[in-house]
């Protein structure tokens, strides 16, 4: 089992930044891929980056790739989202994800690929 807690969403201006950190607890959080994925009111929950298990490689979903950045720190077990040049379409809930079961590049973006949650953190983006 893997807890997963959000932090660092809010409010924020068109072209502003924000920093998402999610804190796991329970077991060896270097065994698991994690991502990030978001749902805005009305929208499936949508893939937006992964990182692999030593942080070597990364994925983005194509909406985000150039403004955000995922990175971990397994010393920390801690997951981050560096998230630059917002946009309003970029407003929904964040959600921070574990898994340790599909490492395979086409599942890693699945959320089904993905045993573990987080609660979720609200990014707003006004305009």
């Known amino acids: 089992q893997v807890q997963l807690v959000e932090s660092g969403g809010g409010l924020v201006q068109a072209g502003g930044s924000l920093r998402l950190s999610c804190v796991a607890s329970?077991?060896?959080?270097?065994?698991?891929?994690m991502g990030w994925f978001r749902q805005a009111p009305g929208k499936e929950r949508e893939f937006v980056a992964a990182?692999?298990?030593?942080?070597?490689?990364?994925y983005y979903a194509d909406s985000v790739k150039g403004r955000f950045t995922i990175s971990r720190d397994n010393a920390k077990n801690t997951v981050f989202l560096q998230m630059n040049l917002l946009k309003p379409e970029d407003t929904a809930v964040y959600y921070c994800?574990?898994?340790?079961?599909?490492?395979?590049?086409?599942?890693?973006?699945?959320?089904?690929?993905?045993?573990?949650w987080g609660q979720g953190t609200q990014v707003t983006v006004s305009s």
């Open positions: 994800a574990a898994n340790n079961k599909y490492p395979q590049v086409a599942a890693i973006r699945l959320r089904n690929a993905y045993d573990f």
């Open positions: 990182v692999s298990w030593s942080g070597g490689s990364t």
């Open positions: 329970g077991r060896a959080f270097d065994n698991y891929i």
